[in-house]
């Protein structure tokens, strides 16, 4: 079964570039029709999609955040990662990394991790 | 992109059965039968219970149903149980992109 797990900096300053990257196990990243999520959720409050990236390459962003947004992968390391460029208080979250089968319902998640967004 | 609406909370006592709504527009819930449900149990990840309008993944109990009419999708759960008490949230898929509810707080009363 398919295990994510998010890795970064816990604490980024505002304005600078928040950099996440989630290791995937048990399935390579590059076999099958899949689209690799980043999802956060702000304290105490609900479910934001980000994006994703399709296993050919492809990416697909919210559009409130396509300026600031990049992700990629590294097949090479079996691992997606997340660049939230000018970040600010509002970036404050538990960022997750999710498979999507489809590209429309993320099903296997991370765990999440927390960034919080402060001088 | 908005999100979807849902009601801020809903609760039933054991063995009720409780509906929880999600309305969107013909852009997102209405154009698609890609509606999912997650549910999300305090300092959790998320778990998909519903995907494409009315499916259960393989592991979570039939009492958990999926439904949607027009711009408006629902989830119901038959013979609530202390366990199901959670935050609950719908999505939908709209034009490369997904879009979330902003979450029901469900209480077993």
């Known amino acids: 079964q398919v295990q994510l797990q998010e890795s970064g900096p816990g604490l980024v300053k505002p304005s600078q570039t928040l950099s996440l990257t989630c290791t995937v196990s048990g399935g390579s990243i590059s076999s099958g029709d899949y689209y690799w999520s980043w999802i956060r959720q702000p304290p105490g409050k609900g479910l934001e999609w980000i994006g994703y990236?399709?296993?050919?390459?492809?990416?697909y962003y919210n559009p409130s955040l396509k300026s600031r947004v990049t992700i990629s992968v590294d097949t090479s390391k079996n691992q997606f990662s997340l660049k939230l460029s000018s970040v600010t208080a509002a970036d404050t979250a538990v960022y997750y990394c999710a498979r999507d089968a489809t590209g429309t319902h993320p099903d296997y998640w991370g765990q999440g991790t927390l960034v919080t967004v402060s001088s | 992109q908005s999100a979807l609406t849902q009601p801020a909370s809903v609760s039933g006592s054991p063995g009720q059965s409780i509906t929880i709504s999600c309305t969107g527009t013909s852009s997102d819930v209405g154009g698609y039968n890609y509606v999912s449900w997650y549910q999300q149990h305090p300092g959790k990840a998320p778990k998909l219970m519903i995907y494409e309008v009315s499916n259960r993944p393989s592991g979570v109990p039939d009492r958990f149903s999926g439904s949607k009419s027009g711009n408006t999708a629902s989830l119901t759960i038959s013979g609530l149980q202390a366990e199901d008490e959670a935050d609950y949230y719908c999505s939908s898929y709209t034009s490369s992109s997904t879009v979330f509810g902003g979450g029901t707080k469900l209480t077993v009363l």
């Open positions: 990236i399709y296993y050919s390459g492809s990416t």
